[in-house]
């Protein structure tokens, strides 16, 4: 349940009804009653992070009881998790150390969506799949992203649809047929994970539960917050490079999309097989 200031307040009156105290004795709940009470009961203002509250303990234990044994038929270098995340790389840090108040930058919305792909032992890490919102942007120079080295698609909304899915998996399979291999595949259930199912002959797709992926997907038990934090710290450190050039202070986290790409695929190679191991072991489907 979330609690708010004014919950604590309505419930500070509803105790007051209930114990018979007329109103004109109320107390008046100013900002500094409730300052008082939240320091005197060590109350902080938290966010609430994703949907891990919505789950039913008990059917999200019988699902991973049914996803170990569809895991217990494949090796740990056979079972694949793949998902997406989007990667606002042109924002820069909105909190900063100061002995005042400063004024905040205007923030960046542009916004990349990455799929990752990995598998139980670690093993494989698969090259990023890069989702953007334009065709040919100015900073690729009219080169092709692979020319970069970079596995690019895009669309308005710069999201996973599914002929973008379709020749994802249709891809991954082809690479499976060549080593002879039959691999599981988990997804949440996302409606762009659509596909044509007659073209595919060494994937077992298996898609989570609505609202179960922030408990039993491996990658968002941690890698790619691991990968979000490594591409954070190499922004912040290209800015500082910048300033030793002269750059502006107000230019210095200025990137372009090329240049976002090339600092992401670094910190994904950062996010070490232990990372990904860890990450499956807690998510508790092996």
Not at 85 to 110: C, D, I, V, W, Y
Not at 163 to 185: H, K, S, T
Request: aromatic share 10%; glycine share 6%.
């Amino acid at each position: 349940i979330a609690v708010t200031g004014d919950i604590l307040r309505a419930k500070w009156r509803w105790f007051a009804t209930e114990e018979g105290i007329e109103p004109a004795d109320w107390l008046k709940l100013s900002d500094g009653w409730l300052s008082a009470f939240k320091k005197r009961h060590g109350l902080k203002g938290q966010r609430l992070h994703g949907e891990a509250a919505s789950v039913n303990q008990a059917e999200l234990e019988k699902e991973r009881t049914a996803l170990k044994q569809i895991t217990d038929h494949y090796a740990l270098r056979d079972s694949f998790n793949m998902d997406e995340t989007g990667l606002f790389g042109k924002m820069p840090p909105n909190r900063t150390l100061a002995t005042k108040q400063l004024s905040g930058r205007k923030k960046e919305k542009h916004r990349l969506s990455y799929a990752f792909t990995i598998n139980a032992d670690g093993s494989e890490k698969l090259a990023p799949l890069v989702i953007g919102r334009f065709a040919n942007p100015r900073c690729f120079q009219g080169k092709k992203a692979k020319e970069y080295g970079h596995t690019y698609y895009w669309n308005l909304k710069s999201w996973m649809k599914s002929n973008i899915f379709q020749e994802y998996i249709e891809d991954l399979d082809c690479r499976m047929r060549r080593e002879n291999r039959n691999i599981l595949l988990l997804l949440d259930n996302f409606a762009g994970h659509k596909y044509d199912k007659d073209r595919i002959t060494n994937i077992r797709v298996h898609f989570f539960p609505p609202n179960m992926t922030s408990h039993i997907q491996p990658l968002d038990q941690g890698i790619i917050q691991c990968f979000k934090m490594h591409y954070r710290r190499l922004f912040s450190e290209r800015a500082i490079l910048r300033q030793l050039t002269d750059i502006p202070p107000q230019e210095l986290y200025n990137i372009n999309v090329l240049e976002i790409m090339d600092l992401a695929k670094e910190a994904w190679s950062e996010v070490t097989s232990t990372t990904i191991k860890n990450c499956w072991r807690k998510a508790g489907i092996l």
